[in-house]
């Protein structure tokens, strides 16, 4: 709280002021909730409300402002790119307090599995059938009763208009150039396979981390598609460089 309430100042914020009901919340008030749910790793919109109605210790580090859910989504999606800036601060903050110098940053980097399942990806002929359908043009109706399960639950899903089918479908012809793949994932058509820890290959992203050595602060965070972690070295070192805004005497990571 003495943190946010330090550097609220700096972030130039213009506080919404509204001429007719009540009174918005204030932002820094909300970024305290924010940061500290994140802490808590609670990132529902719902159970953060709840707790700061109910829970003491949520109420008192948000100043019992007692936000709805829709305050929260709405706070979140105005203010949320705060987060970043905010854990910037908190890097130039442990340099002034003296916690540490930089002098030696580590890097690595993991696979987070994304949110789909590896069966659930879309050829580029059955892309190429829907995008022709939804496009008017002629299609022969047993191409469309021949798509596999993934391109027959897109074209049946009934809470998707025709137009968002069509942009997603666009999306994905777009990855299907991008990446050479003869497979997208429909939820998440961004992500790739990659080989896990296991020797087992699943829909993921790959994380990049920089990690401060003597106090395990994160310096920075990139993910990449880059199925593994070579040529990934000077993205992710740039980035830690310009966060703790100094150049560190060692940079380590492992042997990829």
């Known amino acids: 709280m003495e943190f946010i309430e330090e ?3 700096l972030l130039n914020i213009k506080e919404p002021k509204k001429k007719k009901g009540r009174d918005s919340f204030p932002v820094d ?3 305290k909730l924010f940061i500290y749910a994140k802490i808590q790793h609670i990132d529902r919109t719902s159970i953060i409300a709840d707790m700061a109605r ?3 210790i949520f109420k008192y580090v948000c100043d019992d402002i007692g936000p709805s859910e829709r305050s929260i989504q709405r706070y979140r999606r105005e203010y949320g790119h705060y987060f970043e ?3 910037k601060m908190t890097l130039k903050k442990a340099f002034d307090e003296g916690f540490t110098e930089f002098n030696h940053v580590a890097i690595d980097g993991t696979i987070k599995k994304a949110y789909n399942s590896n069966n659930n990806t879309i050829t580029k002929k059955e892309t190429q059938i829907l995008v022709d359908y939804y496009e008017r043009r002629p299609i022969d109706s047993e191409s469309l009763e021949k798509l596999h399960k993934p391109a027959q639950r897109l074209f049946e899903k009934k809470d998707m208009g025709d137009e968002d089918k069509l942009e997603l479908l666009y999306g994905i012809e777009t990855q299907f150039t991008f990446t050479g793949q003869d497979r997208i994932p429909v939820n998440d058509i961004e992500a790739r396979f990659m080989e896990g820890k296991k020797g087992n290959f699943m829909v993921a992203y790959n994380i990049q981390s920089a990690v401060d050595y003597d106090t395990k602060l994160i310096c920075a965070i ?3 598609q880059n199925p593994t972690d070579h040529y990934e070295l000077s993205n992710i070192a740039e980035i830690a460089i310009k ?4 150049k560190p005497k060692y940079i380590s990571a492992d042997t990829i």
């Open 243 to 246: 966060n703790i805004n100094t």
């Open 222 to 224: 990139n993910v990449t």
């Open 54 to 56: 109910y829970h003491d």
């Open 29 to 31: 008030s909300m970024l």
């Open 7 to 9: 550097v609220f100042p």
């Open 85 to 87: 800036v905010l854990l």
